[in-house]
DNA sequence: CCTCCACCGGAACGTGAGGAGT
DNA sequence: ACTCCTCACGTTCCGGTGGAGG
């Protein structure tokens, strides 16, 4: 009696079954994405034929169901194949993590159960390896490349060598199906690669409130216990997840986050106010995870940025007065200083990860630069911030820098 | 209409860690 | 022990540019 474990170990009183919320969970029917589902079907019928599909690729912001629809027709292709007894294979890379040539030859490869070391060899000898092992295996492979634009942002050898790879494979066919979410990724192709790729396109709309709706009320039944939904906690997420493009993604976390929430209170049901509250959290974990895993120099750059935020009246920035501020932290701190070059790229990278705003401006006779300011709450950063043990000393710093200059 | 500021951002290159083969 | 790879992270060099002020 007594044990500290014992409340946390009684089974939920809200949740019935919470994986059905995470993302890469994939659902038994995709509401809304038959269209979709029936293209893909179409274009890699062949594969089971023992023909070669065409190359394609899938289109569509995040959270619009490209993977969940493409991994959904890979089960389904599996089990076809299996039943008719085609030999057909399906592979699927994320190409976040597997982002060069070699590494996607790699994987391929230690998925056809090679070994290939995670670096080491000579490119053209994984690209062998590579080959063989598709030969000796025969039949038809296609190899889902998601998030194809992060592999195409290190150049575009990888798909240049992917698409011409069937004129020398002979026992073998490849076909390509790669997953972006900028549309206008093709555009930075190779024009040979271009064409041999998006051979068939495949578009996915973001979801509109009443389709999110329908995704959230699906899920939400096999989610959650019966009754536990307070009338306006569906409609509510579905809403929040319309306002930022149709991210079904955001909605489901919305969901899942706020029956957590209503759990830790011993709330019976989940209210509206817990999806506001789980909003908050959700954006809060964002930003302070991101904060965190931040390498040190670019720390430095948001403290910067955070310093000037403190002490000056105005919120915009340029490049050169955040820069001045750095040098001043860096060499307070000890540590080494980097040229503008390499700070103007820390910039664009905090940019994309949204933590702060930067826009090129032209101001004139006063020269060109980008207008810098921070987008997220201070006080989130500013805590994170300070917890790296390199950067604490500077919680204090800000009068002594101000003097000492 | 031209100039010229204060940067932007591409390209090429260097270094050093991490790993493999011989 | 030595050679040969990839890759992350920086630096150096430099041509390019939107628009306020002359």
Redesign the pocket.
Known sequence: MGNIFEDLLEESKIFENKDVLRPSYVPGQLPHRGEQIESLACALAPALRGETPSNIVVYGKTGTGKTATVRYVERELKDAACKVGSRCMLFYLNCEII?????VFAAVARQLSK?V??????????YQEFKNALDAEGGCAVIILDEVDKLVS?GDEALYTLSRINSELKNARISIIGISNDLTFTERLDPRVKSSLGQEEIVFPPYNAVQLYDILEQRAKVAFKEGVLEEDVIPLCAAFAAQEHGDARRALDLLRVAGELAERQNSPRVRGEHVKMAKNKIEADRVAEVVRTL????KLVLSSILLLDAERRKRRF????V?NMYRKLSRYAGI?????????????ELDALGLIN?V???????????E?SLSVPSAIVKSVLFEDYKLSALAGVRLKVQMTL
């Open positions: 982002d060069t040539q070699y590494r070994s070391p995670m670096t080491g060899w000579p490119t053209d000898h994984v290190k390498p040190l120099q670019s340029s490049t050169g007065e820069y080494d200083v980097l040229t503008q070059r390499r700070i103007t790229d820390l910039i664009s930067a090129v401006i032209s101001k004139g006779r006063y020269g060109r630069t980008r810098i």
